[in-house]
């Protein structure tokens, strides 16, 4: 998932909660809709081609994919009668051949309701070879794993019928893949598998998918009733939806909000303007949260995205700098996997999270790998049992002992941190130039991030030594501050030493969604560290090389490509316990530093809790389905208990 995915969105619409009273507040103005605000207009309603948080958001709701996922997270049929799976004969015995029969009662309405068509097996076909057409941002998921589609998509076929995507009838749709695919299922809720009628797009032409409600069908439990750009978005439900039942709603409104006014949505939300918000315990306003609606206070579920930091591995550019930072030495130093590790255990990533959301909450956001702790299981436990059982086989003895749990960290220990350090400073000697200087940009634009900096400068130059390792934050203004790091084009122009601007999300339910974004010849995060792609080159022809190798990042790929490897779908278990045995040597080798993830704040909420869809990838949790809202605000107890039964009964779904 991109990494812009983190920055656009639907305002509170990753926080989940609601039951009970609170005297702070007048109730919600209606049960029927679910009130948010926007901070982002749409940018298309051609959700093929979509790339960001807030056009796949509303896509979930207008179109009806093959599959959705219910409250627990599991995968239930939608547009397809039933999930293909080997013992119902969907699957075939090598796995390779994927048979979906569909309802025969999905419609497409127009924006007034007007049935226009049935949805058919022709109209996924026609969506597939579209996105080929218009080579659109996620084309390369189809193109990993549906047979011939990346020969179409690169030119060197030019007849789709021989790509493995047929409509065998209008209610037949048939897939074959290069190999077999555990997470195909979690593939269908992309923008690519999004169903296209061809007739309705051909009529429309241009005007296909503009951001006006007529310029497109609707399939989905939603339909748009107003846009007013920079105003106002409204949901209304579908009529003709097919699974009526399961939608409570009546509408969904969001209403635009160009900045964060912390206290201002509070007061939205005590007067029943808005559904849920997010809170910050630091600010000033959040004693009166105490006060009037403390007992309704909740912490809000991890959420898929990890926010970590990275090392320029071979940094090239040099205008964010100081006069006494030694590039030679640094650069040198951040070779040296001692060094990266001496500051991976000397941040204190606790003390930056409690001064951010405070000592009640802070914690809770620490996450210690890229992959969320239980987004597959391994041997029975969490994926982050499976990472903590590698670390020490591939990462060093410095590791041993710690926890990966998330909440807590471990990473930091100061003994840890100076004896690496020790041991950096025994290698590179009087090679270079001490103390060595980190450059760290940050945006004038954001004090958050500039206190985050400077808690971690206090806790890495309190343990190492300001003798040793001093970070310089440079602060400049926003454009300059984002163009060296976060939409830097390249990697030469990655102007940094060590940055904390990555994010990422899952897009389908494999951990490779995650880890091979730093695969050394195609990774998307390969800028992170001052490198860039060049897919099938060896190390004559790649540039870079050098750095990537010195990093052990061609190890990883290795491990990577073992992991992969492993498609059978009875062994699902062994390929995610490669997977983790892949994140061990990546975090254990100090390329990059999890910090936390984006959810576990404190928040207010009128939803019924884990009422709504629930998903660990794709577009599924986007979805108003199965949402109920209650007049009055949760009590914090309540949501706890709520999500105490809701934990078991998704982890009894998932044996």
Known sequence: MKNSK???????????????????????????????????????????????????????????????????GEFVPAVAKEIPTLDNGG????????????????????SEGEEYAKVKAQDFVYALKRAADNQVPFSSFPADVIAGYQDYLDGKETDFSKVGVVAKDDNTLVFTLIKPTPYFVSLLTTGPFYPI???????????????????????????????????????????????????????????????????GDY????????????LQPQEAYFKDVKKNNGDNIYVSQPNLFTLFGSFNLNRQAYEITTDKHDNASTKAAIANKDFRLAIVRSINRTAY????????????????????SDFVTVDGGTYSDAVQKNIVEQGG????????????????????????????????????????????????????????????????????????????????????????????????????????????????????????????????????FGLDKNPGKDDATDPEYAAKKA??????????????????????????????????FLIGDGIIIPTNNAGSVPALTYRVPFTGAYASSGTSGDRYKYMKLQKTPVLGKDYDK????WTAKRNAASK
């Open 91 to 110: 699957i075939s015995e090598d796995g390779l051949t994927w048979t979906f029969n569909l309802r025969k009662d999905v419609k497409w309405v127009t």
């Open 267 to 278: 007061e939205a939300f005590k007067k029943g303007a808005v559904s849920s918000v997010a």
């Open 551 to 584: 990093a052990g990042l061609y190890d990883y790929k290795d491990l990577l490509d073992a992991a992969a490897a492993i498609t059978a779908t009875d062994k699902t278990n062994e390929r995610y316990a490669a997977y983790a045995k892949a994140e061990a």
């Open 6 to 72: 983190l920055f656009a969105g639907l305002g509170t619409a990753l926080i989940l909660g609601a039951t009970l009273t609170g005297c702070g507040s007048q109730g919600l103005k209606s049960t029927g809709v679910q009130q948010e605000f926007y901070t982002t207009d749409p940018t298309t309603f051609d959700f093929g081609k979509a790339t960001g948080e807030e056009d796949f958001a509303l896509g979930a709701n207008f179109i009806e994919q093959l599959v959705e996922t219910n409250e627990y």
């Open 353 to 372: 999270l409690q001064s951010a959301y405070g000592k009640e909450y802070g914690g809770d956001r620490i996450r210690n790998q890229l992959t969320p």
């Open 197 to 263: 009628n061809e007739k309705f797009a051909t009529e429309k032409g241009k005007e296909f998918g503009k951001t006006k409600a007529e310029d497109i069908l609707y399939s989905g439990p939603f339909v748009l009733a107003n846009y007013t750009s920079k105003s106002a978005i409204e949901l209304k439900a579908n009529d003709q939806y097919w699974d009526t039942k399961n939608v409570h709603l009546t509408g969904v409104k969001f209403t635009f909000s160009q900045e964060s006014n912390p206290a």
């Open 642 to 645: 709520a999500q105490k039964e």
């Open 397 to 528: 003895e410095s590791w041993t002992g710690v926890k990966f749990a998330d909440g807590v960290d471990d990473f930091y220990n100061v003994d840890v941190a100076k004896s690496e350090l020790a041991k950096a400073k025994e290698t590179l000697g009087d090679s270079v130039k001490w103390p060595i200087h980190i450059d760290i940009p940050v945006s004038e634009k954001y004090a958050n991030q500039i206190n985050k900096f400077k808690s971690y400068k206090q806790s890495v130059e309190s343990a190492l030594g300001k003798d040793n390792v001093v970070f310089d934050i440079n602060i400049v203004n926003d454009d300059k501050a984002m163009g060296a790091t976060y939409f830097a084009e390249t990697g030469a122009a990655s102007d940094f030493d060590l940055s904390f601007p990555g994010a990422w999300g899952a897009d389908f339910q494999d951990p490779s969604t995650y880890l091979n974004i730093a695969n050394p010849e195609n990774g998307d995060i390969l800028k992170n």
